[in-house]
């Protein structure tokens, strides 16, 4: 009887998962972009490590310290719940212990009241169950989320404080899958798995009680049973659950191909390899077939398997009982030994029926808890790393000039910065933002032991212009990454207007330092948003005037909705050209004194970036910038070039003195060297 | 739609006839066994055990056919969902390589990706859930209910009543969330599609110092993820309290009356082993009626992925061989008559608009022209990558579309702008181009596009491990490998789609040198953004916005003081500028010194 109830969340929670397989958006399922540029050399996809001891008891705790009444109560209408659905299992045998058989012999009339009154009860405790779980999983409905949402803006929070290094190490798919996969699993624990197993364990303990009363014979023989059920099942879900691993293993092998193949499928069809190609995917699709069927197979079976052992245990104990009955055997029960009636076997063997049906619902939880904790396991991983750390105290303040040409600190804009800087005796200086960045002697790894600039010292004094040349892993990025302090280098070898920028809060710092990256980024949301990104509180005209700064403003007036134009997937709807050009655009609008341009003309065609280049020169007017740059028609009018070589800067100078010098740029220049 | 997905059940109908069948089996037997079960019971207390064996023995004898209806049909089932989806899958995929560039691009890639992995397995899913509740939820309603009936006609009417009830409440609330479901995972797609963006933009973030714009936008968004799903759980969880209810309320009711009636008709009516029966079937039509709604909503789940697989699978592609095509192709010209294409029916603005070129048998001609020039647009027609849509484009003095696809293509061989190498060995990506090449071919074609000499430099030579996506050589190695690929198929046309951009001008030269010496009779199509790349071609086009707008060699353009001598001056008077300086400098130097 009860087990209409486990039915139902069974039922719930299948719906829930199958609805949850629809959850997987287009964007997620093939990230293109998951082969990120790997910067530190060591990328690769986390081997999902165990679930860590101590996540239970961590997450119990997490959720009551939001939800501690809520769950008090969601716990104590489960017990009711749980316990409506054992007792009942037992009116069976009252009904006809104490009415039915008497009224066989002594008519209705003499047991009516008897009978109405087990009527009765059964109502009032029914009517308890069917409230106390309309309760509950009203609650739950709530507590799940809430725990959810809880869990995400925590995730969140604390992701947005963790250093580049972290996102340089993971892959994108893996941080996304603790949002996706691992929310899904842990909703479906909290909301389904948990209270399930809770109400299942009351349950065996209320009916493996109630059957000690009843019949300490037939309880053996039900632990027998027992015995082999939890047998079967550690056996198929061991089957299933190795097949799962082979078959995501293979599923991801052959996602992997086809993920090849579309991508290439422009020279698949240009080298008539179609059929090569259905081949190779024929090999693919038969081992996904056998692992899938192996993983579904055993798990498919379980269940029939389960409920028919369960039939059979239901019809060994009713021989049993039948035995017993008729052989009128000395009952063994806990409070003494009485006979056996057909009320006690009739009751038996309802609650055997319940207990089988429990255990089997419970045995497929256990893997959904398994998942879910795995879940909560990473989950927790991410809340528990050291957010990036910044012992800054030097901030940048809106100056203000007095007659004297002392700096004082004022709250409104006026255009000039000053960085306020206290010092030890309790003293206040206030410095002149100007742009002036040194590096002295600078080494620097991502890994211990394997540096990747050597000795790097340079000065950009303010208004300068200081291009980076070299090849791909030179370490030209890498110098840039330590300027905003995405990697942090040692005590005072990098000074910002004589500042050592350790000194200097780290948000305070970045805010002074304008940067276009090479693979830009644009935001869901309209072009005027990806613009008003770089100063939130910048006018329509404010952006418009940047955008004609990048003179991005002629292709954005041609778009359907102009500046309207709403963006997604990161502008797949522009060229890269266009999206340099906006990213450009956005990094004017802040109209830093310091910029940083990696690439940031790399796709767009040469006539383009002629055109753009006076937009940049405007940007680049008064600022001290840092230019990154493949083209080296792009870093030609630089003050000073730095050609890096293996993490070294081997050849420093204007254009016209390292074309003097006929070193490496020279032979860059003349095209005689791939730059790659 | 339903008739093209089932196409793809080919040697899987067996098991998919078999296992509902097979289920038939299971229940007809789990129906009989409450039924036998109220005779063993009712045969308890009676002086002889043996009323009690017989029936008993009957039991366990059909519990154990039960048990292998039962696991044979969950095999059989796992088998057929398993079978169709990697039917679907392979139809998906074979039916992919059939479509054109205009045919992927109007899917997207990622798009067609997901119909094969995600679509695909919701089907699958829905598919398994068929086969085995489909037959085995309605043969259960209608057995328990015949049962019941056959125990008691009246009583069993509880039931009736109950069946609708249920069924009413529960599909009520299956049909009130779908749409919920449906629209809600929309927002929280974009949500964690906003958590990806943030993770893949976080340099940008932190340059901006955007942290806690990003934060609170984020909280926004997941509490309206929170706000609706709250919601929608909480509709969706009264599918328990309700079948509670119903259940409960029938056991409640059967009691009452069948306790009455065996009291009152002395047993004869009603006996206590079937009042035991009669409260197992009622439960078993409920939980029936659970499976029921179960089944329906994976099936509209599944039927939106079904939609967007059968659009793949009857989707026809937009060029196909012609029948009978001709297989030779005699020689390497080509003609643009005409040509004006755009990219889709749609799209009022023109790629190409009127284009008339001749390209003699074993020339080489250069082609110029700035991004969105249409420069590759022109070069794609010729192996019918996209077909014109005015005018016509022959090869070989024949119009493209005459020819069998396989043959055109094995004599056009183009390499791509968006170089592609796929993961396997150095020769295994080689051989893309001529599945027969001997290791000797295969190294004379590496030489020509100037790849052996890097090539022997790896420690595993040409079984050098290519990675995915190519990204352990670099872009003017992968560049050349590629040439070399094309090189291998020995084509009557090589077209070049700036395809040694990366590659040092060195060794640009030696390529050429090469085309011109080892391959002088097939027809050289080089797009190039270097002037230096195509200035020795017999023949030079300039782009410019889908036309043709400038034609000559090298020395006729540089005098025509257009567009090419532009980009030519851009890319070379500032170098020469640089040089004749310096040199001047250093000559004032030396008449100093002297």
């Not at chain 1, 027992?226 to 293979?250: E, N, W």
């Not at chain 1, 409920?307 to 008729?326: E, K, Q």
């Not at chain 2, 030696?510 to 050289?524: G, N, W, Y």
Request: charged fraction near 20%; include cysteine; proline fraction near 3%.
């Amino acid at each position: 009887m009860a087990a209409a109830q486990n039915q139902t969340a069974v039922q719930t929670q299948a719906v829930q998962a199958a609805t949850a397989a629809q959850a997987k958006p287009e964007a997620l399922a093939s990230d293109p972009r998951s082969a990120d540029k790997v910067r530190s050399g060591k990328k690769q996809p986390s081997g999902r490590p165990p679930v860590k001891p101590g996540t239970f008891s961590r997450m119990m705790k997490y959720m009551f310290h939001f939800y501690k009444w809520r769950l008090v109560i969601v716990l104590i209408c489960l017990a009711v719940s749980g316990l409506s659905g054992v007792i009942a299992s037992v009116f069976l045998q009252t009904l006809v212990d104490t009415a039915i058989t008497p009224g066989l012999t002594k008519g209705l009339q003499a047991v009516y009241p008897q009978l109405l009154s087990i009527i009765g009860t059964m109502i009032a405790v029914y009517a308890a169950g069917v409230i106390a779980s309309n309760i509950y999983t009203q609650i739950m409905a709530t507590v799940t989320q809430g725990t959810l949402k809880h869990m995400r803006d925590d995730m969140f929070d604390r992701m947005e404080t963790l250093p580049i290094r972290y996102f340089d190490q993971h892959l994108t798919g893996d941080i996304m899958s603790t949002y996706t996969n691992d929310t899904d699993a842990i909703r479906q624990m909290i909301g389904q798995s948990l209270p399930m197993i809770y109400q299942t364990g009351l349950s065996v303990i209320a009916i493996v009680i109630s059957m000690l009363k009843f019949s300490v014979w037939m309880t053996i023989g039900v632990a027998f049973f027992m015995y082999v059920m939890s047998r079967i099942s550690k056996t198929f879900a061991g089957r299933s659950a190795s097949g799962m691993v082979d078959q995501q293993k293979s599923l991801a092998a052959e996602e992997g191909f086809v993920q090849e193949i579309m991508n290439g499928q422009k020279v698949v069809q240009v080298f008539n390899h179609e059929e090569a190609a259905k081949a190779d995917f024929r090999t693919f699709n038969q081992k996904l077939f056998e692992d899938s069927d192996r993983a579904n197979r055993a798990g498919f079976m379980l269940m029939p398997i389960l409920g028919n052992v369960g039939n059979i245990m239901y019809i060994a104990l009713a021989i049993l009982g039948g035995f017993l009955v008729t052989l009128k055997a000395p009952n063994l029960t806990l409070t003494g030994i009485d006979t056996v009636t057909i009320g006690v076997i009739v009751s038996f063997l309802a609650m055997t029926r319940q207990l089988a049906q429990s255990i089997g619902q419970a045995s497929m939880q256990v893997s959904m808890i398994a998942l879910g904790l795995a879940g909560v396991s990473r989950v927790f991983e991410l809340m528990d790393q050291k957010p990036e750390e910044d012992d800054g105290y030097v901030e940048l303040v809106n100056a203000g000039y007095d007659k004297d040409g002392t700096i004082h600190e004022t709250d409104h804009l006026t255009g000039k910065w000053a960085w306020k800087h206290p010092h030890h005796d309790g003293t206040l200086t206030y410095t002149p933002q100007q742009g002036d960045v040194r590096m002295f002697n600078v080494d620097f790894g991502y890994v211990p032991n394997k540096l990747v600039l050597h000795d790097i010292t340079l000065y950009a004094k303010p208004g300068q212009k200081i291009a980076f040349v070299g090849a791909t892993g030179a370490g030209k990025t890498t110098i840039t990454n330590l300027i905003n302090r995405f990697y942090d280098i040692p005590d005072g070898k990098i000074r910002y207007d004589g500042i050592n920028i350790r000194k200097i809060k780290k948000p305070d710092l970045r805010r002074s330092l304008g940067v276009v990256l090479q693979d830009v980024n644009l935001f869901t949301g309209t072009v005027m948003d990806n613009i008003r990104y770089g100063r939130l509180n910048a006018t329509d005209e404010e952006c418009i005037a940047a955008a004609k700064l990048a003179n991005a403003d002629d292709f954005i007036t041609r778009l359907p909705d102009g500046y309207d134009t709403f963006l997604t997937g990161n502008g797949a709807q522009l060229s890269q050209g266009q999206r340099q050009l906006i990213s450009i655009a956005r990094a004017a609008v802040a109209d830093p004194p310091v910029m940083i341009l990696d690439e940031a003309t790399s796709s767009i065609d040469t006539r383009t970036e002629a055109l753009v280049q006076k937009g940049m020169d405007n940007l680049m007017k008064g600022r001290t910038v840092f230019v990154i740059a493949h083209r080296l028609s792009t870093v030609r009018n630089a003050d000073a070039i730095m050609v890096l070589d293996h993490g070294r800067i081997i050849e420093r100078g204007s254009h016209d003195e390292l074309i003097a010098q006929k070193g490496v740029y020279y032979q860059l220049y003349t095209g005689a060297f791939e730059l790659e | 739609m339903i008739k093209t997905l089932a196409k793809s059940l080919r040697e899987y109908k067996r098991e998919s006839i078999l296992s509902p069948l097979l289920v038939s089996g299971e229940v007809i037997m789990e129906v009989i066994i409450p039924f036998l079960m109220a005779k063993l019971i009712d045969h308890m207390g009676e002086r002889s055990i043996q009323p009690v064996v017989y029936y008993g023995v009957w039991l366990l004898v059909i519990s154990f056919i039960s048990l292998f209806f039962g696991a044979a049909a969950a095999a059989e089932s796992s088998k057929a969902s398993c079978g169709l989806a990697k039917n679907l899958r392979q139809d998906i995929f074979d039916r992919v390589q059939t479509y054109s560039f205009h045919d992927i691009n109007r899917f997207s890639e990622a798009s067609l990706v997901t119909r094969m992995t995600t679509d695909v397995t919701n089907v699958q899913n829905a598919f398994a859930m068929l086969v085995r509740g489909a037959f085995r939820a309605p043969l259960m309603i209608i057995f328990s209910v015949v049962m019941a009936i056959s125990i008691n006609g009246k009583m069993s009417l509880i039931f009736l009543v109950m069946i609708p009830i249920l069924g009413i409440i529960i599909f009520g609330i299956a049909i009130k969330t779908h749409p919920i479901f449906v629209r809600i995972f929309k927002r929280y797609d974009a949500m964690n599609n906003g958590v990806q963006e943030n993770i893949q933009g976080m340099r940008v973030v932190k340059s901006f110092v955007r942290e806690d714009y990003e934060k609170d936008k984020f909280h926004k968004e997941s509490e309206e993820v929170r706000h609706d799903f709250t919601h929608v759980e909480k509709i969706l969880a009264f599918n328990t309290p309700s079948m509670q209810a119903c259940v409960f309320a029938s056991i409640t009711l059967i009691s009452y009356i069948g306790a009455r009636l065996i009291i009152s008709t002395k047993g004869s009516a009603l006996t206590t082993g079937e009042l035991s029966s009669l409260i197992n079937y009622g439960v078993q039509i409920l939980v029936a009626i659970m499976m029921l709604s179960f089944i329906f909503v994976l099936c509209m789940i599944a039927e939106e992925s079904a939609e967007r697989i059968a659009e793949v699978l009857s989707y026809d592609a937009t060029i196909t061989s012609p029948e009978n095509g001709l297989t030779q192709v005699a020689d390497g010209r080509v003609d643009f008559d005409h040509v004006s294409f755009k990219y889709s029916d749609r799209s009022k603005k023109y790629a190409l608009s009127d284009v008339s070129l001749h390209i003699p048998s074993g020339s080489t001609l250069g082609i110029i022209g700035g991004t969105g020039s249409s420069k590759s647009s022109l070069v794609q027609l010729i192996s019918r990558l996209y077909d014109v849509s005015e005018g016509s484009v022959s090869v070989g003095g024949e119009d493209v579309r005459k020819y069998n696809l396989t043959v055109l293509r094995d004599q056009v061989a183009c390499v791509l702008q968006k170089n592609v190498l796929f993961s396997g060995t150095i020769s295994e990506n080689l051989r893309w181009g001529d599945p027969d090449a001997t290791d000797e071919e295969i190294r004379h074609a590496c030489e020509l596009a100037q790849a052996d000499s890097f090539i022997q430099e790896f420690p595993d030579k040409y079984q050098t491990m290519i990675a995915q996506g190519g990204t352990n050589v670099s872009g003017g190695q992968k560049q050349r490998l590629c040439i070399a690929r094309a090189l291998l198929k020995k084509p009557k046309i090589l077209i070049l789609d700036d395809s040694t951009s990366a590659v040092d001008t060195k060794t640009d030269a030696l390529i050429r040198k090469a085309f011109r010496e080892e391959i002088p009779d097939t027809t050289k199509i080089i797009i190039a953004q270097r002037v230096s790349s195509v200035q020795d071609a017999d023949n030079i086009i300039v782009m410019d916005g889908g036309r043709i707008v400038e034609q000559g060699t090298h020395e006729e353009l540089l005098a025509k003081h257009g567009i090419y001598r532009e980009v030519y001056d851009s890319q070379t008077r500032s170098a020469q500028q640089d040089e004749t300086e310096t040199q001047t400098g250093a000559q004032n130097q030396e008449e100093r010194n002297a």
